[in-house]
């Protein structure tokens, strides 16, 4: 959205820009077209809130809009959210965003912002832009640059002459005195800061740190380090800013002792040589801050040694390479090579910006003020001439300023002297011809006639009077604002008024000045008040065609300007001039200023800071632009001059006796008015003085007179503003108002009239003028230094958008200036003027802003008593405007001025039986002025204190509230125009001339006594509203305990209806309360009771609308509580109803996902949702209640069809709707056309033509009862969107099919069916108009409860889903292990117990030889011999095996041992579960809580690493989770049994076993595993830990491979009994461990088996073991099988024996 232009700022064309980067940056922030101050109407006067930029062309306005409120941000260059960057080929990177805040991203430099707002900006409105960034300690530009890089940069010192402020330097020849000066003019020392070949080190950081001190880091200089900083400049380079930095007396918190104005060139100082040599000779002081630099830079570096008055360099080079040292020298030989004086050279040596900065402000500080000379912005304007830069200040702004001077000839002179000689008509005659009307009406009033003596004074007055000629000044002035150059008139009042302000504050600061004010200190006992540092100023400005662009392209002439260096020399003359008299004083007064001095008892005590204020105004464009309501908008004007009031914190207020010392002066006291200054103002006074003379005394008129009426409306609609009363002579010109008013009505769109008139009353030093520039931009004459006093009013035209809403066309701003000021002379009366004033003020007004401002001493109550006259007087005409307060700050005064009036406002703002009422307020609503508090900008004390961060959002706040009263405004009758507006002024200024009122304009006594009634009363009312809070506490109980007993609704009715008559009684007791001690009060209070007459009626009338407002406040919340209990009830039914429902879908939901395992998405659970949604809204029973016929809705949307359509000759077929209607729609003849009829009525009398017809109708309607049942289907009550949307249903399909049909046909289709709809819909009507607050309050939380869904199921599912993990991966290993564990022991007792072999080793050991030799296998017998471990291991197995399978005990002991670990299971969990229901607990812990319990039974083993990841710890209910684990549990354990109880899988069973059976087995039978050395044969000793061992069988050679190493042979068939026993003994010594002996009978009655395994398998052993065959004995083959066995038994049994 770009900014809102005006199309008639530029009627002379311009050459076109040419395409480069510049014009690019300027296309795509939208400022393709010039800006001027009308452009802030749409963006800042009428704006509620401060808009967030969408896109680049955003940046201009939200800017403006910022920097119009003085926000901190107003620079910002981010959109958000992030704009979309155009992605094409011609993009550069540096284009592209790369700066970014959050969501947010920048495509401009800040710095390019700021100046393509001022290349687009007028002189005019740059003038106000300055002042704003000033105000907001933004750097503002000095010199700007071109678009076209070749073109030269223009020097702006225009936009520099409103910024006005004031300081107090530290040197005591200035005396220590507060001076005053625009800051354009004003001499003072300028240091210029320019950088030189590339570094690291940022200027602008740097200039900050200096500029900030010890305040708090404000960023001045935008830089690289601000957002957005780093993206490239485009339009900025070459642009020269500047700050001044302003001492306040505090030598703690100032910088620099003097004023100072420091400037900053942007981009290497080379490649901008022109603005270079500017800063160069138009500075003080140079500052040049030196990188590595090419050649080039050397010879500049060089040349500005004789440009520059004071040279500073900046040593930013690389230390290390000397090449690239500043000019190629080392360090210590710059300052000689340079010429230049010692410590010119700052070395950086790689210090931070922050101690660059410190100890370049020490280098500054050493210099100042003698060694700098001080120079002007205007001597630096001639130089920009001389050195060929264009400058802003062309011919025609000097032709104006020449006007200006031509006429204000004279007036340095003296003031009083040129107001006499210049303005006559303002002088005494004027006043006296005032008194003598009112005097006059007086007599009537009072039924007199007419003094003959005072009608003799008024005709010699009027005869003096017309002897007036226009004098020489006016006649200047009316001429320059005849003249058609509107860019040329627009300079004329902006200098007029920027020079007066100039001459002013010349008088000030004079040494004249300054005696006489010191004189009077001495006479006074005080100092004269001194006012606050300004930076504003109060010029009036237009919005002019493109003149004012072409006259600032032209050269100046080369006039001298106004002579700078006088002002410079007032300084030095100060000191020379004071009187040796105060020599003594002096010092004392030194001391107090450092040190801070108190003030005079009464007065207040601010700190010594200089402040400033801010002004906003909005110059208008040309009149023919409103002539021809081309925007519709009154582009208002202005500039003003706003100065500061004294405005202090409650901490700042403080009272000392007479006996201290006296006041000191700083830049934060006020001054008090000026009476013999100028204004614009009194020049347009007299313009309406001479109109005036020349209506009362026709023919006397001259020099255009006539015309002024014209020239003051068209004056006001560039907003200048128009005075409706003289302060100053308290009179009001009516002839010449009412011409100026017919002037503007011609002007205005006859139609469009209504006028509201929104006031702003304050005192003098409220600020009144600054308050409204602030708000609408706006610019009134400012009375704090001036001798202005008034009512002016300006004209503001609404938006579009704003019209409506507040049922006006314009806005009447007035302005209340100079009340309650000092008189300018003894004689007047200055507190029958105030009141004459404040009454006019009050009676013409629709909202009246109360100003309040902080101000102690004596004028507290005669400010407070004027502005409460006002208010009692206008209620007295019968028309009180709705009041809002603004509070300047929160100092005693204003709390107290601001409670009490909001009081008195809120007691005369009661409707009566002729008055109104307005707002609400709390629980009663009842009419109340709503109170802002704004800490304004002037309240700041000093130039480099930012502005209140909350200042911008507390002026948003007050313009909503006083939107919010016009709105208000709109319920009261309809607003006047102009010419009633003028009527109205007339009778109220009658009624103040007659003085008609109960209530003298001169009595003060009332206004005081009517607060403290107002205070008193506001007391019993607060009671009174506590006491009926009170009972309405009480009654709500019995609400609440009678709905508890569940009584039917009938008898609840009718106790609501007892509560509520009692409620009546109640407040009609304490009202009766509250009226008794108001008569008692008027009855002793001797002020009010001789006026009782006048307050009673409106006392008594708060009283009865008080009553009536609390009685009908307590009746509604009864109902809303009876009401709110009902709903309350049905909200819990309903929400019971859809947990139900809920639960119901999240059960069958969770199954579903744990039988698929699939994660269900989002969306998915959304349309679940959506169909829980809807079956409970069918299903809950809402309470019965009226319903609506929907008949009349959908005959009315039906009759709007058949209009849109033509068939207006059908409507009274609408009267069938809602009437008995026929089932079936039926075609007749009538539907067809004759000619359609005729055509075929050979065809069976048309019958196939109506068998279509009627067959499209059937289709359309079977369509109707589609879209009725999709309708109903939806959880939403009855649209007329329905109908609607049926009928272009209808329209479409009778188009998709033509048939020579009329449109009888379609009517009657429409009707039938909207008939029908009555009856379809109903029923859904019927069923939403039930409980429709219910409905809509659940509809609102349909989201909520749809997340909540969502959320149970996620949770349900997690919790789900980690008890099944937690099952699976803890649980079921558990129990397996639990059952598994014991069985292989069980199987190896269960087989020895039924198998004798297994019962030792020798008896296994015995089985298998037998066995052996049974099966008579070789292949057993090799195997046995090789691997007699895996042999009998095998056997085992084999052994095991087969007893499972004939086994039936296996699944009894596993299903006895699932059932007792289940238990334990169980025990555990509900252990941990204990104390835990719905309470939201972490699963782990609980988990591993489970986990302990089971392990402290030693019997149970649970293997806890699972628990370690974070899958299990989730945040969950507890006894949800237990209940999940349980079923699964029980699961588990039915899948567990069912699988116990069917066929065992014996090997997957054997896997599962922790102690394999056959281990077991095999460990208890395997006896000794030592083998005989000899022979291999094992050892048969069973005795457990035998030493020695023994082997029963030994065998003989060839059963074992031969190996060198044994001596089996021993008991070979070839050996001796001789040879065995030699041997033996031999072995013996060798294997002592064996008991190997021939002597044993073992050995040889055992070798019959071995003999017959021998005979019968040699051979065969022999092949096997690939060895000599062995000689076996014959008597070996005669051994027998059962021999060999025999011989066993016996060998075994020998032993056993044995």
Known sequence: MSVKLSKKLSSKKKKPAKDNA????????????????????????????????????????????????????????????????????????????????????????????????????????????????????????????????????????????????????????????????????????????????????????????????????????????????????????????????????????????????????????????????????????????????????????????????????????????NEKRVVGFVGQNLEGHMGLPEGSVLPWNGLSEEELAYNLCDTLKNLLPDRLKPVTLEAAEKIALELGLNVDEGAVCKKAMATVEDMLKGLDEGSSEFRLRQLPLQGVLWRKLAELEKEESKQKKEGKESDTQLQTEKKDIMAELCSYRMTSAMKIFTDALYTTDKAERTYFLSWLKLRLRQMQTEKQNSPQELVTNL?????????????????????????????????????????????????????????????STEENTEPRREHELLNGASNEKGEEIIEDNVCFQERISHPASESQNLESGENGTFCHQGQQLDEPDLTSSSEQQMYRDDSLEEQVPTCSQMLEPDPSSLGLEHFLREMGLI????????????????????????????????????????????????????????????????????????????????????????????????????LYMIVLCLPDNLRKDME?????????????????????????????????????????????????????????????????????????????????????????????????????????????????????????????????????????????????????????????????????????????????????????????????????????????????????????????????????????????????????????????NEAREEVKAGVSKVRSKLEAYLAKDAALKSNTETFRPVLLCYMDSLQDRVTEAILQRLETVNESHCSSSQMKKFETLLDEEQESKLYALAETSKATKMLLQDTELEEEFEGVWSKTLSNFDFRPSETEDITARVTEVLKQNLISCGHQKHIKKLEDIGQTQTSKFQVYDEHFGYRSRLKHMFEDNNRQQRLEAQQLAYKIIEEYNQFVEDKCSLPADFSDSYITELLENVEKALKEKPMEIKSAFEVDLKVHLCANACKDFQKLHDRYAK???????????????????????????????????????????????????????????????????????????????????????????????????????????????????????????????????????????SQAAEGTNGVLRDTKPLLESVCLTLQSDGDVDVNRESLTGPLFSITTEWDCFVKHLMELLATMRLDLFQEFSQNVDISQLLEYLPDQPHDCLFN????????????GAPCEEEEMGHVVHKALLHRPKGLLPNDSSSLSCITGPENTTQDISMKCQDLHSLYPDWSISPDDPNCQKASAYWRYVLARFGERFSNAFNQEKVKIPEEWRNITQEEALDSLNEALLTRQSG
């Not at 019993?1020 to 039917?1048: C, P, R, V």
């Not at 039978?1565 to 000899?1574: E, I, N, Q, R, T």
């Open 1331 to 1469: 409980d429709r607050e219910l409905l809509r309050w659940i509809t609102t939380r349909k989201d909520m409860y749809s997340a909540e869904f969502i959320y149970n199921f996620r949770k349900r599912d997690q919790c789900q889903r980690v008890a099944q993990a937690f099952s699976s991966m803890v649980i079921k290993p558990t129990v397996l292990d639990y059952i598994h564990k014991p069985l292989g022991m069980l199987i190896v007792d269960e087989i020895q117990a039924k198998a004798q072999q297994y019962q030792s080793p020798r008896a296994f050991h015995q089985s298998l030889l037998e066995e052996l030799i049974k099966d008579d296998q070789f292949e057993s017998f090799l195997e046995y011999l090789l691997s007699y471990d895996n042999f009998r291991l095998k056997k085992i197995q084999d052994t095991v095996v087969d007893h499972l399978s004939e086994s039936t005990n296996l699944g009894k002991q596993r299903q006895q041992r699932l059932g007792e670990i289940v238990g334990k299971i169980s025990a555990a969990v």
């Open 691 to 790: 109109f005036e003379l020349t209506h009362i005394s026709p023919g006397s008129g001259s020099h255009n007179v006539l015309r002024f009426p014209s020239l003051a409306a068209d004056l006001l609609l560039y907003g200048i503003p128009l005075e409706l009363m003289d302060g100053e002579s308290s009179n009001i010109p009516t002839s010449w108002l009412g011409c100026v008013f017919a002037e503007l009505k011609r002007r205005l769109p006859q139609e469009q009239c209504r006028t509201r008139v929104l006031t702003n009353l304050g005192v003098h030093h409220s600020r009144n003028a600054e308050v409204l520039s602030t708000l609408f931009g706006v610019t009134f004459p400012e009375g704090r230094k001036r001798s202005t006093r008034g």
């Open 22 to 321: 510049q014009t690019e940056i300027l296309r795509k922030l939208g400022l393709d077209a010039p800006l001027d101050p009308a452009s802030i109407l749409d963006i800042s006067t009428w704006t509620l809130e401060i808009g967030t930029p969408l896109e680049p062309k955003d940046l201009p306005k939200a800017f403006l809009q910022r920097l119009w409120l003085l926000d901190q941000d107003a620079r910002s260059p981010f959109c958000q959210p992030p704009c979309d960057v155009p992605n094409n080929d011609n993009t550069s990177p540096e284009e592209t965003p790369i700066g970014f805040e959050g969501d947010s991203q920048c495509i401009v430099n800040p710095l390019d912002l700021v100046t393509g707002v001022y290349m687009s900006a007028n002189t005019f409105l740059q003038q106000e832009m300055a002042m704003r960034m000033v105000q907001c300690q933004f750097a503002v530009p000095l010199v700007l640059p071109n678009t076209d890089p070749e073109e030269p940069s223009r020097f702006l010192l225009w936009p520099l002459r409103g910024v006005v402020s004031q300081w107090m330097s530290h040197s005591p020849e200035k005396n220590y005195r507060v001076e005053e000066g625009d800051l354009a003019s004003t001499c003072m020392s300028m240091v210029s800061c320019v950088k030189l070949g590339h570094c690291s080190v940022s200027k602008s950081k740097v200039l900050n740190h200096v500029l900030n001190g010890l305040r708090p880091h404000n960023e001045t200089f935008l830089h690289r380090g601000v957002g957005g900083g780093q993206v490239p400049r485009r339009l900025a380079n070459g642009l020269v800013e500047i700050r001044w930095c302003l001492p306040t007396g505090d030598i703690t918190k100032d910088i620099f002792p003097v004023p100072v104005v420091i400037s900053n060139l942007r981009g290497d100082a080379s490649a901008h040589e022109m603005c270079f040599r500017l800063l160069c000779q138009a500075s003080s002081a140079l500052v040049i801050f030196c990188g590595d630099l090419r050649e080039k830079d050397k010879q500049l570096l060089v040349s500005c040694k004789d440009m520059a008055s004071k040279l500073i360099l900046i040593d930013l080079s690389d230390t290390e390479v």
């Open 808 to 1060: 006006c066309d314009f806005l009447l701003l007035i302005d209340v200036e100079g009340l309650c000021s000092f008189p300018q002379d003894s004689e007047s009366n200055t507190l029958l003027h105030d009141n004459e004033m404040a009454t006019v003020a009050a009676g013409v007004s629709d909202i009246l802003l109360q100003n309040i401002s902080s101000h102690g001493g004596y004028e507290f109550e005669t400010n407070f008593t004027v502005m409460v006259n006002a208010l009692l007087r206008t209620k007295e005409c019968g028309n009180v405007p709705v009041c809002q307060l603004l509070s300047q700050d929160e100092g005693l005064n204003s709390i107290l001025q601001v409670s009490q009036l909001k009081r008195v406002s809120n007691m005369l703002q009661t409707e009566t039986k002729d008055g109104e009422t307005t707002s609400d307020e709390n629980h009663y609503p009842k009419t109340t002025s709503c109170v802002t508090c704004v800490n304004w900008p002037w309240s700041i004390t000093s130039l480099s204190e930012p502005v209140d961060t909350q200042y911008s959002k507390a002026i948003l706040k007050l313009k909503e509230n006083l939107f919010g009263a016009l709105k208000v405004c709109a319920d009261n009758p309809k607003a006047s125009g102009l010419p009633e507006f003028m009527k109205h002024l007339s009778d109220v200024w009658d009624s103040v001339k007659a003085d008609s009122f109960s209530i003298s304009l001169q009595n003060t006594d009332i206004a005081l006594a009517f607060s403290l009634l107002c205070t008193e009363f506001s007391q019993w009312e607060d009671s009174f509203l506590e006491n009926t809070e009170n009972w309405l506490m009480g009654a709500t109980q019995k609400i609440f305990a009678e709905k508890a007993k569940a009584l039917d609704a009938a008898t609840q009715n009718e106790y609501l209806s007892e509560l509520k």
């Open 519 to 579: 004189q009077t200190e001495r006479e006074n006992g005080m100092p004269e008040h001194l006012d606050e540092v300004e930076n504003l100023d109060d010029s009036d400005s237009f919005c002019t065609d493109s003149s004012l662009e072409e006259e600032t392209e032209e050269q100046p002439a080369n006039t001298e300007l106004q002579g700078s260096e006088q002002q410079c020399e007032i300084s030095q003359e100060l000191q020379n001039i004071l009187p």
């Open 1564 to 1575: 208890r039978v395997k006896g000794c595993d030592k083998k005989c050395p000899l022979c």
